[in-house]
């Protein structure tokens, strides 16, 4: 697919990477740290958007007249209660338990701007995961070492395969970009 403009992918996400070569939207990477804190009275369901709209102001140096760049954050949320990346394997374990059998959201914010517009958007996925023992936790974080990963899991790795029984939503919402939504935009960007 040939759009007008060049993507520019503000994010060093493997997984957001791999969505975008899988959907054959072509892009460069050009990523920077940003601080990923936000303020603690901004309502849950507004976080993974603020967080991707800072990552894009922190990009802003990068677009040039033909770029949009393309910044995102997900979030994995339960009981409005926010579940970040892992700090070690006791945080992996603790989160892993508290989502264990739960249906819980992951919210995907992403930000998209040029030199002349700005467009922002959350998606909403809702994960239905299975119980998990603490022997299928343990095995899970030991094994796959999910500390890069909100929620400390990905959809693509064994909890996906094995343990998770529905999701309302995109797939590609839940392993970081709603490739759907970006390409609409993409689609209808002047």
């Not at 343990?163 to 709603?178: A, H, V, W």
Request: net charge negative.
């Amino acid at each position: 697919m040939k759009f007008n403009k060049h993507i520019i992918l503000a994010s060093k996400s493997p997984r957001r990477s791999q969505l975008l070569q899988e959907a054959g939207i072509p892009f460069t990477v050009k990523a920077k740290e940003v601080d990923e804190s936000f303020p603690d009275d901004l309502p849950s369901l507004e976080v993974a958007e603020f967080i991707a709209k800072k990552k894009a102001a922190a990009s802003l140096d990068l677009i040039g007249p033909n770029d949009i760049l393309l910044t995102a954050d997900s979030v994995v949320l339960l009981d409005d209660v926010i579940y970040e990346k892992p700090k070690d394997y006791e945080d992996a374990v603790r989160i892993l338990s508290n989502l264990s059998g739960s249906v819980h959201q992951v919210i995907t914010g992403v930000c998209m701007l040029s030199q002349n517009k700005e467009v922002t958007f959350s998606s909403i996925s809702h994960v239905h995961i299975d119980p998990l023992s603490q022997e299928e936790i343990e095995y899970y974080v030991k094994n796959f070492e999910p500390y890069d990963k909100a929620g400390s899991y990905a959809i693509q790795e064994w909890i996906g395969l094995c343990k998770i029984s529905k999701i309302e939503g995109t797939y590609s919402n839940i392993m970081g970009l709603p490739v759907d939504a970006v390409y609409r935009e993409l689609v209808a960007w002047e």
